[in-house]
């Protein structure tokens, strides 16, 4: 068993490692504080070719494989999660369905552009009664001879409505399959498709910098060319999505915890009280050596998922294992790097407050700690 990354994988993580030092974490408290949309960094990164990392080089991308993409969004998740979420629910969810689903004509009208940068993208699969249950999709598409009348609403998407926005790839019912169930397809909005409404930004507890907005639908009208893949394989695709995007969410948390060390560890160094810096005493450095421990643990977690998906090998059962304990390792570590800080953690002043905001949601997005628990007991 080999654990070393090769040059390009090395590559990468260096460069998105240097990139956040300099670029991101310097920006960050303003970016929670002011939940401006982080444009110019965005936009540096899209330059650096990290908006399409996992994409060939002939739609646009950097040609580099997934755990290469999956290091970049730890470290640049170390440097913020607002941008770390940004960019994983761009390349994971925005542009991976054209990628594996899209035609030939799609993934050079729409992959191309998304991964070199020039627009993000969003996956609606959310409603404001299909969360979990995401098979209960409410919205609605009727073949009218080429055209598709679509119908309905979604709820918290990401990068929906920014200035760099292209548009949302949505799920929605286009019949009943042979026994019954809903028969789902997914289907290609573009901004500006008359009876779409992006609705305004929800005011959250954390990720405030990143974009999240409800959708609508009100008879609104795409061509027969904008279904993604087959009338009825949508629920097919967006199970394979989430599995990639959970590989990928693992990462973040990694990254969000591995911040949650560095700021603890630092404090702990430089904090004195009876005379010497808190790290002396074993009830801080035991925190500090079980975070460590933990979040190794959880790298390498996301490191198998990764592998097995570069190998072709089944990885559902590891990608949920993995987004879960990282999702909980970061929420952890955010507890005790707050502890660490003192009444100094609960003050917006530190970055630790504000890590502890963000990682809430960890545990939320791309399918919840219960719902991972459910798959996991369903592959034992
Ligand atoms: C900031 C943010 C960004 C997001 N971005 C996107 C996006 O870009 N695209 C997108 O499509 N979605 C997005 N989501 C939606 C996210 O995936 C959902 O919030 C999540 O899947 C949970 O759905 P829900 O919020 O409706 O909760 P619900 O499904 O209503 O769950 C409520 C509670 O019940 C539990 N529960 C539900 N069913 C069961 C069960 N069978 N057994 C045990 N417990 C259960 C849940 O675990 C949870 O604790 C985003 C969410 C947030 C908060």
């Not at 959970?246 to 915890?257: D, E, F, Y």
Request: some cysteine.
């Amino acid at each position: 068993m080999d654990f070393t990354l090769n040059d390009e994988q090395t590559m990468i993580r260096t460069m998105c490692r240097e990139f956040a030092e300099e670029e991101i974490k310097p920006h960050a408290e303003e970016l929670d504080r002011t939940g401006q949309f982080p444009y110019e960094i965005v936009r540096k990164m899209a330059a650096l070719g990290l908006l399409g990392l996992p994409f060939p080089e002939e739609y646009g991308g950097a040609g580099a494989d997934f755990l290469s993409y999956c290091l970049a969004l730890e470290e640049i998740g170390r440097g913020d999660a607002s941008v770390g979420i940004t960019m994983e629910a761009h390349t994971s969810l925005g542009a991976t369905p054209f990628y594996l689903f899209g035609s030939e004509e799609q993934k050079q009208r729409y992959l191309t552009p998304l991964a070199r940068g020039e627009h993000l993208w969003s996956f609606g699969l959310t409603e404001p009664n299909a969360g979990s249950d995401s098979g209960g999709t409410e919205t609605h598409a009727e073949r009218e001879g080429d055209v598709w009348r679509i119908n309905g609403s979604k709820a918290f998407i990401t990068n929906a409505g920014t200035e760099m926005s292209g548009g949302v790839t949505i799920t929605a019912v286009t019949g009943r399959t042979a026994d019954g169930h809903k028969a789902i397809t997914n289907f290609i909005v573009p901004k500006g498709t008359p009876g779409y409404h992006i609705g305004a930004a929800y005011h959250k507890m954390g990720w405030k910098a990143s974009d999240t907005r409800p959708l609508a639908f009100e008879d609104c009208l795409v061509p027969d060319e904008q279904r993604l893949g087959d009338q009825g394989d949508g629920f097919r695709q967006f199970m394979l999505i989430l599995d990639l995007g959970r590989v990928a969410i693992s990462a973040l948390n990694v990254g969000l915890a591995q911040a949650c060390f560095d700021e603890a560890q630092r404090y702990a160094s430089e904090r004195r009280q009876f005379g010497r810096p808190i790290v002396a005493f074993q009830a801080i450095s035991f925190k500090l050596a079980d975070m460590a421990m933990e979040i190794e643990l959880a790298r390498l977690m996301y490191y198998k998922a990764a592998w097995l998906h570069m190998q072709g090998l089944p990885f559902t059962k590891e990608a949920s294992m993995a987004k879960l304990f990282s999702s909980e390792t970061a929420k952890r570590c955010a507890d005790q790097a707050v502890q660490i800080h003192g009444g100094y953690g609960f003050m917006d002043e530190y970055p630790v407050s504000r890590f502890w905001r963000n990682v809430k949601v960890h545990e939320i997005g791309e399918g919840t700690s219960e719902v991972q628990r459910q798959i996991i007991a369903k592959h034992l």
